[in-house]
């Protein structure tokens, strides 16, 4: 063969490699779509694994493993049988079992901490009878024989090694801490565009640009005309301009990366500069970011979208900007050397850095845990609740559909978050500590590794988080006599076993525990406060544009709180970059190619966890577990009572999203607007066919939102 046929012969492969990818993109989509559908399916309640088996085209096993609540009969069985392999069944010195239970003989180890709260109001709980049979000693520490789903269905969380390779890992990484900074940011020049309509809004002035085709070279050329002495920062305020061409690309991503690497004549993509080291474009299906940077020339530009502080549902970019002006004004009563900076996240961590102590016991900073415990945190410390409950679990008709949101919900869980150097708590350990220890280390911070079993006579939701099929995806068991093998804090330990319904079986096997501290509490306060002052401001103003920029504001302010959190989890960094096609050995050996034209390679690599000062995983999954937990049940202090998808009868519960419970039938829950407290945001009376999609869930929830403002608007008339 000679230079010319290997050449020949390189074009026809890539030739096949693009219409690979664009086959495996077209199956992905059929995949996911017969997914869905078989999901939709399960809720039929006469649904059968080995009718839908052959219809889609799988395995009795694949049905099983994306849709649980189809196991026959003689598959559960099976597992019964012969269950997977297990390590040794573990006596007091392997694990070490925790029941709320008081009426049980006590085990003849160091007894368990035995957590309660004030019965329920009888009219929200009902009563219910009591176990029939108390728990032996023996059962205690070993699981039952029989869980409910497949093994192969779930997904294997990583666990800490025994002895000194696991002892290693609980310490700081070196040298690397969050400290306060010694600099202030410096506020870089915006303008606000509606792609859609050509408003341009930069100070006090108003501009109508022509954009035929809104790329990102014809904004970037057509601003720079308008406004020659330059801009650093260009918020899109409507158009979407990124997604103009998703009619040719199979996903979203697609669409926004061949936006983002289209050709830009006279710019390049921006490589970083100065303190600022973020460089190249984020790639992202809603909320892009594109970063530029003149050929010849200092100029650097950034293109987002301002959908990444709040919906800005229709509004003018003029009022927008007046909303970023409000919003830099209430923050800067609490920071004076505030800064907005291009996301809510960024924000919200700049400004939690100016209030690290300067003096006193952390004025060195906050020292960062080791890689492998960060590892840890983002392998086994999800976020927010996404689960939608089908029939049978609920009517297939329901009465009505009624949401409850908590109104900032993160900003009630931010008084304490664990400190100082991390402790491994054994199961040995655990069973050591007396009634009293046990039950002040599942109060305090902490992240602990639990063998857990449902109660046999449990009616209701699911409690603790559970691996389920996917990267990161996680589901709620609530199955009677189902155990699991999960990672939870503390907080959402305590609700399963001091819950108002029932006790679970919780055993100890192995844990990580922090000194209480309260790192975030000062930075929290100052947000709420800001919050409030905007709150107050969209509720008496008596402009409408001002009210509605006010409200914005305060969106933005939770999205600052928010967001900052979530950085604080730092997840392993993917890095996306373009190499021209005519130079294609140059693409990274470990990168993925994620799109293609003529032109250009679109790919990304994993590049794992970076050195970043203020990465603190523990503090984020502490938060992420307390709101989990007070989704579930959460005490109103000053009004005596409890609100939570726990205090609704069983089988009404439809959904949980993130912060949001969605139910059959109205709750006399408390709502003062506060942070944590449940809002009432939609109401609609059925009967209603129970959703069995996320997509029918989001349109219901639409029609209720709609309708109780309805209602409310003609009642105040």
Known sequence: ?????????????????????????????????????????????????????PAAGLSLADIVAIAPILAPDRLTATAQENPAPTPPSPGPAHATALEGTEDRPAPTGPSAPAMTRPTPQPAVIPERPAPTSATSPAELAAPPAAPSVPTAALRTLPDIPEGHDGDRW???????????????????????LDTHTGVLVYRDQTFRIDLPTASAAEILNTVFHVLPGGVERIYITAGAPWHRQADQHPF???????WLNAPTPGWRTDTGRGRDRMAGHFVHPRNPVGRYQREH?????EIRSAGEWFDADGAEPAVIRDAFVLLWKALRRHWPDAVLMGSPSQTGRDLWTRTIPTKGQYADGYPVLSEELRSLFHATAGQGRTELITPPRVPAQLPALVEYDRTFAYAKHTWKAGVGTPRRITATRFAAWSEREQTKALFACGHWHVRVTVPETWDHVGILPAPAPGDRAWHYPATPGTTFTTWAGGPEIHTALSNPRSPWKIEILDGILFDDGKPLDDWSKKLKEAWSSLTAQADLNGDPD??????????????????GIGA???????????????AERDVPTDAEIIGFDDQTITWQRPTGFTRDPNAHPEWAAHIWSSARAALLSQRHRDDNTYAGALHAPPGSVVAFRTDAVYLTQPQAWPYHGQPGDYLNKGHLTGPLTAPTTEDELLTLRDKGRTTLQTTSNNEGS
């Open 170 to 192: 609980f310490a700081h990484t070196a040298n690397l801490a969050s400290t306060h900074p010694n600099f202030t940011q410096q506020a870089r020049s915006t303008v606000f």
């Open 546 to 563: 001002q009210r509605t920029a006010a409200h914005l504001a305060a969106r933005a302010v939770r999205a600052v709180l928010l967001y």
């Open 252 to 258: 979203l991503k697609d669409t926004v990366a061949a």
């Open 1 to 53: 063969m000679d230079a010319k046929t290997y050449n020949a012969e390189l074009a026809e492969l890539r030739v096949l490699r693009d219409g690979i990818r664009k086959a495996q993109a077209a199956l992905e989509k059929l995949e996911t779509d017969r997914a869905r559908k078989i999901t939709a399916l399960a809720g039929y309640e006469k649904a059968k694994a080995e009718r839908i088996a």
């Open 568 to 582: 604080f989890a730092q997840r392993p960094r993917t890095v996306t970059g373009t190499t021209p096609r005519t």
């Open 297 to 301: 020339g200092e100029q650097h530009v």
